[in-house]
């Protein structure tokens, strides 16, 4: 039989890394959060740069930053992080984030 603390030790441990990321949100300006929930939608550099009106040298500076500060290693770690912030912490705090058209 294994105790609690244990289970809860072995579940973080099996945890995505990415999950973690989800805590350090509050490091990101309000731009860089912008481009991180666009993450989500699978969006390629220059679509998030025509949506936000900016050069793509820029959201690339952008993604560079935000995965340095949620401490991130890929692309594909910072698309996960974002669609499950996304579809489960935003929609639990009712927030919009961006979602155009609703």
């Given amino acids: 039989m294994t105790s609690p603390a244990r289970d809860l030790q072995e579940?973080?441990?099996?945890?995505?890394?990415?999950t973690a990321a989800l805590q350090r949100l509050d490091r990101l300006t309000p731009r860089e959060s912008e481009v991180f929930v666009m993450m989500a939608e699978g969006l390629s550099n220059e679509e998030m740069a025509n949506r936000l009106h900016l050069t793509e040298r820029t959201v690339r500076a952008h993604l560079s930053a935000i995965t340095e500060k949620l401490e991130l290693h890929s692309r594909l770690s910072l698309c996960l992080a974002s669609y499950v912030f996304r579809n489960t912490?935003?929609?639990d705090n009712m927030c919009r984030c961006g979602r155009r058209g609703e």
Avoid: K, L
């Avoid at 579940?11 to 990415?18: F, S, Y």
């Fill in 11 to 18: 579940a973080r441990r099996n945890e995505p890394r990415w």
């Fill in 89 to 91: 912490v935003a929609d």
